[in-house]
């Protein structure tokens, strides 16, 4: 008897696992779309997600957001998803290549890099230049990132080496170390200081506007709510869409 009782009590435990992973809080019956986006869309695609649920009852949008080649390297191994927007072609060209997207990409976006820098600026850090200075603690992307590809860029064409305490895989990494005071200054996106509410402060110069980076979206061939994937692109690349991105600190693209 006792072991009938445990071999049902293990039973009943695996049903319960299994019905939370079924339904995984999102209401009986939805629909989910799953959208990977680069880090750099947390704010403004957390938005539209929200409106998109509102004028699609019955769906649920699962955003994950992380570096665009971290991204592009989860989808070649099989991640599930509907849409991937990425921080830079290169990055979509490696989904598109695999043969993964439905479709032609649409750019829907740009962004341009700045410095951030702790609010009171403790290395007086006032230029591209000064990032260089001995003793300055910098941060910057990875070069397979987005904005690690802008930097790399940046230090080519204007002479400027530059001399990482660490290399982040997403740029909100990069940004996290300039608000906690690990780092002196770290090289973001312009609308990552407009997100941060005050814990950073932007040192615009004039060379990042000979990097920037345009942001392309598209529906993938595996997903399963094509509709939905299609809808969603509707959305970002449309009025609603282009209002937010630019709410939020996005050049056209």
């Not at 680069?38 to 949008?61: D, I, M, W, Y």
């Not at 971290?70 to 290169?90: H, I, M, N, R, W």
């Amino acid at each position: 008897m006792r072991r009938a009782a445990a071999i049902l009590l293990a039973a009943a435990l695996a049903a319960g696992t299994a019905g939370c992973g079924a339904t995984g809080g999102s209401g009986s019956g939805a629909r989910v779309l799953t959208v990977f986006a680069a880090a750099s869309l947390k704010a403004p695609f957390t938005a539209l997600a929200q409106s998109f649920e509102a004028s699609h009852p019955g769906t649920r949008v699962s955003l994950s957001f992380a570096g665009s080649s971290d991204l592009a390297t989860q989808l070649g191994q099989g991640a599930p998803a509907d849409v991937f927007a990425s921080a830079d072609p290169a990055n979509m060209a490696k989904v598109t290549g695999a043969g993964l997207a439905e479709g032609s990409p649409r750019n829907f976006a740009s962004n341009t890099l700045t410095i951030a820098v702790p609010p009171a600026n403790p290395a007086g850090i006032g230029s591209f230049a000064d990032l260089a200075k001995p003793g300055v603690r910098v941060v910057v992307c990875a070069r397979q990132v987005p904005c690690g590809a802008a930097a790399a860029a940046l230090q080519s064409r204007n002479g400027v080496i530059l001399a990482p305490v660490s290399e982040e895989s997403a740029v909100t990494d990069v940004l996290g170390k300039v608000a906690s005071g690990e780092a002196d200054a770290g090289l973001v996106y312009v609308t990552d200081v407009k997100g941060a509410a005050g814990k950073v402060k932007g040192v615009p110069f004039p060379e990042a506007a000979s990097a920037v980076n345009t942001y392309p979206i598209a529906a993938l061939r595996g997903g399963r709510e094509k509709n939905l994937a299609q809808a969603f692109l509707d959305e970002v690349t449309g009025a609603e869409g282009q209002k937010v991105l630019a709410d939020a600190g996005f050049g056209r693209p």
